[in-house]
């Protein structure tokens, strides 16, 4: 059977490809694509404790039994509603919305977060940001998280959009918005979804900068671009 493989991020420089097609023997078990990768590209080492493997946009286990045709998607950590967006969020017409629905629940105020790209990190000049997701899979993760956000205690609406493409500094990037039935709920869930956008979406940063490029994995680690 013929599986395809497909690389995203700093795997994609390190592969030196977004994708090919690997053949398996009827019954291999996605460990063995996982040990095959290690074994192939063993500069992606680096990343084995924090891998993410998805099939068919599914997280799934080692011991998954892969079928003809799998979509295979090896991913770094990611640095991630409405979902994934390719333009501007209108803050005033999302806020106008929140409010007429809410106020008539009880609500009385929305926690709003906005992230824009820096403009100097590391005390280089960041000259774009490209965002890239893994769709559909990275809309539907930011879908789940509104959905646990909503469902929180208290919470009677929110929202999350991120977007991808080539941002410039000052350019908006990810917006959270909670309304609750109190202040300090609306701030703590507001800061928890944010969390989980930043740490279970598929959405991967290159930083171009004065001193070069550089993805963005985890939790702000800088890794120098790779070509090949």
């Known amino acids: 059977m013929r599986i395809v493989l497909k690389y995203f991020s700093a795997l994609r420089d390190i592969t030196g490809k977004a994708r090919e097609e690997l053949s398996m023997e009827d019954g291999a078990r996605l460990a063995q694509v996982i040990d095959w990768f290690f074994n192939m590209y063993p500069r992606a080492e680096v990343f084995r404790e924090e891998l993410l493997v998805l099939v068919n946009g599914r997280a799934v286990d080692g011991t998954y039994v892969l079928q003809d045709g799998d979509e295979v998607a090896f991913m770094p950590p990611v640095s991630g509603g409405g979902g994934v967006v390719n333009s501007p969020v209108d803050l005033n017409n999302e806020v106008r919305k929140i409010i007429e629905k809410t106020a008539p629940l009880g609500g009385g105020g929305v926690v709003i977060f906005v992230g824009y790209v820096k403009g100097k990190v590391d005390g280089a000049e ?59 709920t609306a701030f703590k869930v507001a800061r928890e979804a944010l969390e989980r956008v930043k740490h279970e979406v598929p959405i991967f940063k290159l930083e171009r900068r004065s001193d070069g490029e550089y993805w963005v994995v985890g939790d702000g680690r800088r890794i120098p671009r790779q070509r090949g």
């Open 126 to 184: 960041v000259n774009t940001l490209e965002y890239e997701a893994y769709e559909p899979y990275a809309s539907q993760k930011i879908k789940e998280i509104e959905e646990w956000a909503k469902n929180q205690r208290g919470v009677l609406e929110a929202k999350i959009y991120h977007l991808v493409g080539s941002l410039k500094p000052g350019d908006n990037t990810v917006y959270v918005f909670v309304s609750a039935v109190n202040r300090d």
